[in-house]
């Protein structure tokens, strides 16, 4: 970084910096060239001292320390679950900095404000970017990102009626914790040894799951609730339309959604294409193969189609959505701080 960004750059935080999303955050800062004049990379006493790397330089993982708030301009809180978020935002937010929350825990405090930086301009109800005299903010829940997309984009171009939506939640949603068990369930199930069950206290490889078990910590109702709630502190008019259930699926990375969205009328399949291309959005043709997870990894868009109209409903499209989940999140997170810049 030149010796100018870096004087005019801002002090950067993140909480939860060893989590795989403060991972992605971190990336996606460095990639958008996000002018940082001091990072620090915070986290519980499991990651102190983790060695890493930001801009090709060597850093540390950290305690949050007195005066970590005091001397910060923004904070990321990037923790797995809201429970870190919450020990620590009140601190956080006693200071000078922005607060901007990857955890999802700040949904309960009216003042935050939920936001996705490309889509404010085309939902109902805009506000100016970023709301004036506010600085605490909610970076969405990647599923609720991908739905906000597209029920306002089919809304607008469209007369959308109503949307139902399957979201298959990948394991990275519950941290590297989540995937390393979905890893050891895979092996151990093959050589028919017992598997382990500490997060979500049930077989989720070669599975699928409406919940979790009854001793997991985590709860796929809690996910559920989390995306309408976050659709509707942004839309409220198009969560009203919005039928939604939350799935665990066996794979690693990468939310994929099974979208039915039934219009007033039976439009073109090529119009309901062009409703929903654009910026952030690829649109699959119909000679293309549907997008996997496999696929997204990576990648800053979202992956719709082939877009199919409904076989006994000609007024009804099923839209196949898949998208890097951690990627779609930090990606969000970094460009509500863009807006933010002086």
Known sequence: MSARKKSSGLRVAILGAASLKGKELREVLEERLFPVKKLALLDDDEA???????????????????????????????????????????????????????????????????????????????RPSPPLGRRWFIAPHAAAIVLLTLLARLSAALRLRQVVANVFEPASERGASGMDELQEQTVRLLSFQEFPRTV????????????????????????????????????????????????????????????????????????????????????????????????????????????LRDQKRPAAFWLWTVADNLRLTARTAVEIAETLLP
């Open 48 to 126: 102190l001292g983790q060695l890493t790397e930001f801009e090709g330089e060597p850093t540390f993982i950290h305690r949050i320390a007195p005066e970590t708030f005091a001397e910060s301009d923004l904070v990321f809180f990037a923790s797995t679950t809201g429970a870190f978020t919450r020990a620590h935002w009140q601190q956080a937010a006693a200071g000078p900095a922005a607060l901007i929350d990857l955890s999802h825990a700040l949904l309960d405090v009216p003042e935050a404000v939920v936001r996705v930086p490309f889509l404010e301009k085309h939902l109902p109800g805009a």
């Open 200 to 307: 979500f206290d049930a077989q989720v490889a070669f599975n699928l799951l409406p919940r979790y078990g009854a001793e997991s910590q985590a709860r796929l109702e809690e996910v559920e609730d989390t995306v309408r709630r976050e659709i509707e502190r942004c839309a409220p008019a198009l969560a009203d339309r919005l039928a939604l259930r939350v799935l665990q699926a066996p794979i690693f990375h990468a939310h994929c959604l099974s979208v039915m969205a039934e219009l007033e009328e039976p439009f073109e399949v090529s119009a309901v294409e062009r409703a929903l291309g654009g910026d952030h959005v690829a649109v699959l043709n119909q000679e293309e193969a549907p997008a996997l997870p496999v696929d997204v990894a990576g990648r800053d868009d979202i992956v719709v189609g082939p877009v």
